[in-house]
């Protein structure tokens, strides 16, 4: 069975840094891409940055593009996100997602708070 659980999150002051962590398990992690989405308060889902299965290929949305980093550890089956200047706008539930053979799972999402 697959598992995506996020952890991390938190509040933080603007301009502050955290370090977002999604640990998978029950499937081949270091044979899969993986995605970063974010949802705010009363606005749909935001995806935020993902990275190929070896971890050479990155790419991000323009709003948080050369702020965060994506990255991953397969002898942890981790992802990452690390989040430097961020801003009120960054409040959101992060989530970790993997598409499978088609099918998305999810985490139960971490919530960073951007707030002074």
Same mark, same amino acid.
């Given at each position: 069975?697959?598992?995506?659980?996020?952890?991390?999150?938190?509040?933080? &002051? $603007?301009?502050?840094?955290?370090?977002?962590?999604?640990?998978?398990?029950?499937?081949?992690?270091?044979?899969? =891409?993986?995605?970063?989405?974010? &949802? =705010?308060?009363?606005?749909?889902?935001?995806?935020? =940055? *993902?990275?190929?299965?070896?971890?050479?290929?990155?790419?991000? *949305?323009?709003?948080?593009?050369?702020?965060?980093?994506?990255?991953?550890?397969?002898?942890? /089956?981790?992802?990452?996100? &690390?989040?430097?200047?961020?801003? $009120?706008?960054?409040? *959101?539930?992060?989530?970790?997602?993997?598409?499978?053979?088609?099918? /998305?799972?999810?985490? &139960?999402?971490?919530?960073?708070?951007?707030?002074?």
């Amino acid at each position: 069975e697959v598992h995506l659980v996020e952890s991390g999150g938190g509040l933080v &002051q $603007p301009g502050g840094s955290l370090r977002l962590s999604c640990a998978a398990s029950g499937f081949i992690f270091s044979s899969n =891409a993986m995605n970063w989405v974010r &949802q =705010a308060p009363g606005k749909g889902r935001e995806w935020v =940055a *993902a990275i190929n299965s070896g971890g050479g290929s990155t790419s991000y *949305a323009d709003s948080v593009k050369g702020r965060f980093t994506i990255s991953r550890a397969h002898d942890k /089956n981790t992802v990452y996100l &690390q989040m430097n200047s961020l801003k $009120p706008e960054d409040t *959101a539930v992060y989530y970790c997602n993997a598409n499978l053979s088609s099918r /998305n799972y999810w985490g &139960q999402g971490t919530q960073v708070t951007v707030s002074s």
